[in-house]
């Protein structure tokens, strides 16, 4: 359980962390009278240093020490130009989750999604803050009413419901009934309803398919060499694959199919293209100006969606590979376990960051809390691995010989 005495500093550090995020991204009008982005940010830092000092707890050794020593010290540093209290925090917390159990962190982050979404629509009914809404054009039916259930992005509740979603599953992945599954499908068809983020019910029903293909149906097993190499390639794949796609279709841009293209992606592969003729690829990276809402007079929209061409023109070639090498690691550690629900979600990450950045999200995207997790105390993950079933046995009959030769 998360009261476990072991787990306290990280639990009050992931509970801090949620505030924040949670006040962050209500509707920017709510409570205006606080300074609501400065406690964001000194919630943020304290979360950071709580989760530090939970990974200096467990973690004595000298290796350990001089990883948080860098992380303490060097990323604030190297984050000069593109520095975010919201990646320094997550990077701490996925630190100090190295030692917990994945198990405890999604109970957490189901409590904290049920809880955030609740909230917000108290929130919004009662008009402490607005639900704002806005038309979007569906097809064959038309102009659709999407609302934003008081928080400052519609998209902000279709990625908390989606991720809810993909927890609640995770939960009952070895025993959901089809009664269970079906209502998940209608938890995220009605999220879609409200908020309609098509990126979320595209996720959604995607890891439904591949969940009843491979443990209802047994056709997948993701043991075979071919997902091995995905794991450990996968999100430098799918990097190399938008920036493939971003400079052919730069080459292509009077054409019809990049109309196509640009109008299907909702302009994010315009917005890819232009961020990289106005960005240089770095060692260091760049402070990249987003310019989303309350525009002002002759400004443009400018927000880098694709979390691969974010992180690398903002963090740089350094942090870029550093990170990529731990997603290959956790991923391949993944497929090691054999635990196909993750396999799952970790391959539709790596897609789904083509257009939406997802990269380090601590609240929408649980598996960077993997990053860094020592496997050996993951012992959940295990699902029919082989070689653990076998060490298993041998474990048990070494301790039936021993008992038998005492007795």
Not at 11 to 17: G, H, Q, T
Not at 65 to 77: D, E, H, N, Q
Not at 174 to 202: D, E, M, P
Request: with cysteine.
């Amino acid at each position: 359980m998360v009261s476990e005495k072991k787990y306290i500093l990280f639990y009050i550090a992931f509970v801090l962390y949620c505030i924040a995020a949670f006040f962050d991204a209500l509707h920017k009008s709510a409570f205006s009278f606080l300074p609501i982005a400065l406690m964001c940010n000194y919630l943020r830092l304290l979360s950071a240093m709580i989760a530090y000092v939970s990974y200096f707890k467990q973690n004595k050794s000298a290796i350990s020490l001089l990883i948080a020593v860098v992380f303490v010290i060097l990323l604030p540093w190297y984050f000069k130009t593109a520095y975010s209290s919201q990646i320094y925090a997550s990077l701490a917390l996925m630190l100090a989750a190295k030692d917990v159990k994945f198990d405890v962190i999604v109970d957490l982050l189901i409590k904290y999604l049920s809880t955030a979404l609740i909230v917000a629509v108290v929130f919004s009914v009662l008009g402490i803050v607005p639900n704002e809404f806005q038309y979007r054009e569906v097809p064959l039916i038309g102009a659709w009413k999407s609302y934003y259930l008081g928080f400052h992005y519609y998209s902000t509740p279709a990625y908390y419901g989606m991720t809810l979603v993909f927890m609640l599953l995770y939960k009952k992945r070895l025993n959901c009934s089809y009664l269970y599954l079906t209502f998940l499908i209608g938890l995220s068809l009605l999220v879609y309803v409200v908020s309609f983020a098509r990126l979320q019910i595209f996720l959604n029903f995607v890891v439904f398919i591949a969940y009843v293909v491979s443990y209802k149906w047994h056709w997948i097993t993701f043991e075979g060499k071919i997902w091995k190499y995905f794991s450990m390639t996968a999100f430098a794949l799918m990097t190399m694959v938008v920036v493939f796609l971003s400079f052919s279709l730069l080459l292509l841009s009077d054409s019809s199919f990049f109309e196509f293209v640009n109008e299907w992606t909702s302009t994010r592969m315009f917005l890819n293209i232009q961020a990289f003729l106005t960005y240089d690829i770095n060692l260091f990276g760049n402070l990249i100006e987003i310019k989303t809402r309350d525009l002002m007079p002759g400004e443009n929209y400018f927000y880098i969606d694709s979390g691969f061409v974010s992180f690398l023109l903002s963090y740089g070639v350094v942090f870029y590979v550093f990170l990529l090498v731990m997603y290959g690691r956790a991923f391949y550690k993944i497929w090691k376990c054999n635990c196909k629900y993750l396999y799952i979600l970790f391959s539709v990450y790596s897609i789904a960051n083509i257009s939406n950045n997802f990269m380090l999200g601590a609240i929408t995207c649980p598996v960077t809390f993997l990053l860094f997790a020592d496997m050996g105390i993951q012992d959940s993950l295990y699902e029919g691995n082989m070689r653990k079933l076998r060490k298993l046995k041998q474990l048990l009959i070494l301790k039936y010989k021993g008992e038998t030769f005492l007795a």
